[in-house]
T-cell receptor, first 113, second 112 residues
Framework: QQQVKQSPQSLIVQKGGISIINCAYE??????FPWYQQFPGKGPALLIA?????SEKKEGRFTISFNKSAKQFSLHIMDSQPGDSATYFC????????????FGTGTRLTVIP | NAGVTQTPKFQVLKTGQSMTLQCAQD?????MYWYRQDPGMGLRLIYY???????DKGEVPNGYNVSRLNKREFSLRLESAAPSQTSVYFC???????????FGDGTRLSIL
């Protein structure tokens, strides 16, 4: 079964708006939560990541919000730009080694000029 | 600085044909991985190699074999391709114990 549930499947946002993608998990052993960005024809690339000892991490226009008690985390893209149009994957891991990294199903973001 | 290089980029096969997907990394990483990406399924781990000389099954290994040829190269083989194996295949690598795999740009494989 899907270890990490991601929504929405697709998202359309106006330029300058806020894009929000949500993920949820059940395994409380997960202790690392990265987000990946993937452009068409390319492999996923790490965007930002968080560990559960903090509730928020911000890097430029990208913010991860983490709610440990609800077992949910989300990606917020502020001032969304057409160049942000891509597919975003959340993921979760509970041990060292990327063989223990579980991905969400992805969100295709389209930012309209 | 190439990172992770996958060949070929595109391939069309007929059911029952065999094929080997090649992957090489130049980052001196110990661990390498093969994922498949399907619409609505995210990325799923097929096989991985924690270090040179070792390989282990991931989440969806059936129908595939792998070879860790040396530290740089990790190949994925389909012995008898099936339409269900139509997918985009990604190779990735990481340092030992690193949670951040670095991905190649994928091989788009269609099986008719």
């Amino acid at each position: 079964q899907q270890q990490v549930k991601q929504s929405p499947q697709s998202l359309i946002v106006q330029k300058g708006g806020i894009s929000i993608i949500n993920c949820a998990y059940e395994n409380t052993a997960f202790d690392y939560f990265p987000w990946y960005q993937q452009f068409p024809g390319k492999g996923p690339a790490l965007l930002i990541a968080i560990r559960p000892d903090v509730s928020e991490k911000k890097e430029g226009r990208f913010t991860i919000s983490f709610n440990k008690s609800a077992k949910q985390f989300s990606l917020h893209i502020m001032d969304s730009q057409p160049g942000d149009s891509a597919t975003y994957f959340c993921a979760a891991s509970y041990k060292t080694g990327a063989n223990n990294l579980f991905f969400g199903t992805g969100t295709r973001l389209t930012v309209i000029p | 600085n190439a990172g992770v290089t996958q060949t070929p980029k595109f391939q069309v096969l007929k059911t029952g044909q065999s094929m080997t997907l090649q992957c090489a990394q130049d980052m001196n990483h110990n661990s390498m991985y093969w994922y498949r990406q399907d619409p609505g399924m995210g990325l799923r781990l097929i096989y991985y190699s924690a270090s040179e000389g070792t390989t282990d099954k991931g989440e969806v290994p059936n129908g595939y074999n792998v070879s860790r040829l040396n530290k740089r190269e990790f190949s994925l083989r389909l012995e008898s391709a099936a339409p269900s194996q139509t997918s985009v295949y990604f190779c990735a690598s990481s340092t030992r114990g690193d949670l951040i795999p670095h991905f190649g740009d994928g091989t788009r494989l269609s099986i008719l």
